[in-house]
């Protein structure tokens, strides 16, 4: 089963003062997500992320294509029981506390008495938000304020979140928290769609993502499929080396890089055996610190995509849209 | 049964921001503002004391309750809209119309417990009064000071502020709050003068000026039917019939506005 189908969509928005002309801020987005994964839509600053969750959560209306979540059309407002939302930067009253705020939102969707105190409880405590939940919401951080929105994304059990750039305005040690609650709705069945332009949540999260820029979808797929992440050489880092030694291997590296007090990194072609060379230099008194496969990272791959979609792009005004 | 909840929600959500905001301090200086008028009314007058406390109580009922009205009114949807709150909200299983009914709703509990709590302080000082002013002074009161009659002058008060907050909400949807307050107040003193421009006929000669201001005559809301302040003061009869003929009227152009801010609100794109 699918949670999440777009089929073309598309939106433009009228800009300028005088002259409207549209801007077209999605392209045809065409897109599946399936239930129980973790699926991570990636793009730099305006490639139409915020724009494609919004169409789905129906905050704004689609120029043209459809959208389905859990097989309901976006914006089906009973569809919405199942499905947590948490906006970019979010905001919220800031007169009430985040004990309240939830609260008024488990309100929303029907909890009531005990059950809807323990459940804003244990959503609190799951988020990390201790004796501050009884604080108004004005004297939170932006950290803080980004668990309380993760925490109301939560408040029904929902089948399928959507949350737009979760880490934003987290510490280390918030990232880390995000990234185990995201792990721990994925075991718990839960499909997971999140935005980010950090790619190494998405290296650790995602089995599949999606690289928007320009408002088109430039790759989509599972993050190992990707050709750009397949090995293409090893790194293996050694004590015990002077520069006369690595000199006698040289012609066999990629290169090589003084790390320091005898330390080295090597990198190696692909096609050559590493345990040689190691088993070489170790007679000669080194010691093997590491050895990894080298791959492309997620950031090479988007830097590439996105850049070659900015050379081919076509304009984003749509026709008859102006300049 | 569902709407209903979601719409009560929201009410209780927006009453618990007024009280927060300190909205019913008003009510502070309003008794105040009674006890002290009533003090140094009584050194001045003979006489007219009772009736001038009535006027001044009744009028800053409307005028509070205009700027809470007002004031509160055009920042229920559009700041809601700048901070962004409204996307966690508007995810939720809530159709659009019921965040505006319960918007309304809720500002309209605001003022009724506003209105309500001022009744009953002017009530009591005029019962102050009539324990303590000489039999003297009484006889020559045009109308008994605790006056049952001054509830339909309250009740006419609260469809105009029903109608002054529709009139808010329904700009609040679509334009900034400056705008919205502009409109507002805008309608609110044109409604004043709707019901001269129904007689702009027989001192204009253009066809279309005479026809324009009797569009404007239907369209503008009558502000002044609902002051029948001079009438309750002076003892002055209200019939049943105007009362119940002018709070329909009231509550029909309530029911319009925010039917229109419904319409306009769901198709609105909050990028």
Redesign the interface.
């Known amino acids: 089963m699918l949670a999440i189908r777009t089929e073309a969509l598309t939106k433009d ?1 009228a800009v300028g003062f005088w002259r409207k002309r549209p801007y077209r801020a999605l392209d045809r987005l065409t897109l599946e997500v399936a239930a129980g994964e973790v699926f991570g839509f990636l793009g730099p600053n305006g490639a139409g992320k915020t724009t494609t969750l ?1 169409l789905l ?1 129906q ?3 689609p120029t043209s294509g459809r959208a389905e979540l859990l097989g309901r059309p976006a914006g089906d ?2 569809g ?2 199942r ?5 970019e ?5 800031d ?2 506390t985040a004990e ?1 705020l939830l609260t ?2 488990a ?4 909890y009531r008495g005990r059950a809807r105190r323990d459940r804003v409880a244990r959503l609190l405590d799951e988020v990390g938000i201790g004796v501050e939940r009884r604080l108004q919401l004005r004297k939170f951080s932006r950290g803080m304020l980004q668990r309380v ?1 993760i925490a ?2 939560l408040l029904n059990d929902p089948a399928l979140v959507v949350f737009d750039e979760p880490m934003s305005g987290l510490d280390p040690l918030g990232r880390r928290d995000v990234r185990r609650l995201i792990l721990r709705l994925r075991d718990q069945g839960v499909t997971v769609f999140f935005s980010s332009h950090v790619l190494s949540d998405a290296e650790a999260l995602c089995s599949r993502v999606a690289v928007l820029a320009g408002g088109r979808l430039v790759a989509s797929g599972r993050l190992g499929d990707m050709a750009a992440f397949q090995v293409r050489g090893w790194e293996l880092v050694m004590t015990g080396l002077d520069e006369a030694r690595v000199d006698r291997v040289r012609d066999r590296l990629l290169g090589a890089t003084r790390i320091g007090d005898g330390r080295y990194a090597l990198e190696l072609p692909l096609e050559s055996a590493p345990d040689r060379l190691v088993a070489e230099l170790s007679a000669a008194g080194a010691e093997l610190v590491s050895l990894n496969p080298v791959r492309d990272t997620l950031e090479d791959f988007f830097v590439e995509q996105v850049t070659r979609s900015a050379a081919s792009a076509p304009p984003r005004w749509p026709a008859g849209g102006g300049a | 049964m ?1 709407a209903l ?2 719409v009560g ?2 009410a209780v ?1 927006v009453f ?2 007024s009280v ?2 300190k909205v019913l301090y008003n009510l502070v200086f309003f008794a105040l503002l009674l006890i002290s008028a009533s003090y140094l009314i009584g050194q001045l007058t003979a006489g007219q004391d009772v009736k001038i406390i009535k006027d001044l109580g009744l009028a800053a009922m409307l005028l509070f309750g205009l700027f809470i009205a007002v004031f509160i009114g055009i920042g229920l949807v559009s700041k809601e809209v700048e ?3 409204i ?9 659009r119309h019921e965040f505006i009914a319960g918007k309304y709703a809720g500002l309209v509990l605001t003022l009724a417990v506003n209105v309500a709590v001022m009744a009953v302080a002017l009530y009591l000082v005029l019962a102050c009064m009539a324990v303590t002013e000489p039999a003297a002074v009484r006889a020559a009161w045009e109308a008994p000071a605790v006056d049952p009659a001054m509830l339909e002058a309250i009740l006419l008060i609260f469809v105009e502020l029903m109608l002054v907050t529709a009139l808010a909400l329904f700009f609040s949807t679509f334009s900034s709050p400056i705008l919205s307050a502009s409109f507002t107040v805008g309608l609110v003193i044109a409604g004043q003068f709707d019901s001269d421009l129904k007689h702009f006929r027989a001192i204009v000669h253009s066809r279309v000026v005479a026809d324009l201001t009797r569009a404007l005559y239907y369209v503008l809301p009558n502000m002044a039917a609902f002051d029948v302040k001079a009438q309750v003061v002076h003892g002055l009869p209200v019939t049943a019939g105007y009362l119940a003929v002018t709070t329909a009227y009231g509550v029909s152009y309530v029911a319009a506005v925010v039917l229109a801010a419904m319409v306009i609100f769901a ?1 609105r ?3």
């Open positions: 928005y919004k959560m905050l704004i209306y407002v009973d919405r029981r499905i947590g939302y948490l906006p930067n979010p905001y919220f009253y007169h009430l309240e008024y939102f309100a929303v969707f029907g929105g109301q994304a | 569902k909840r979601v929600t929201i959500s618990r921001e927060r905001d901070r962004r709150s996307y966690s909200l508007l995810a939720k299983p809530i159709r198709r794109d909050f990028r």
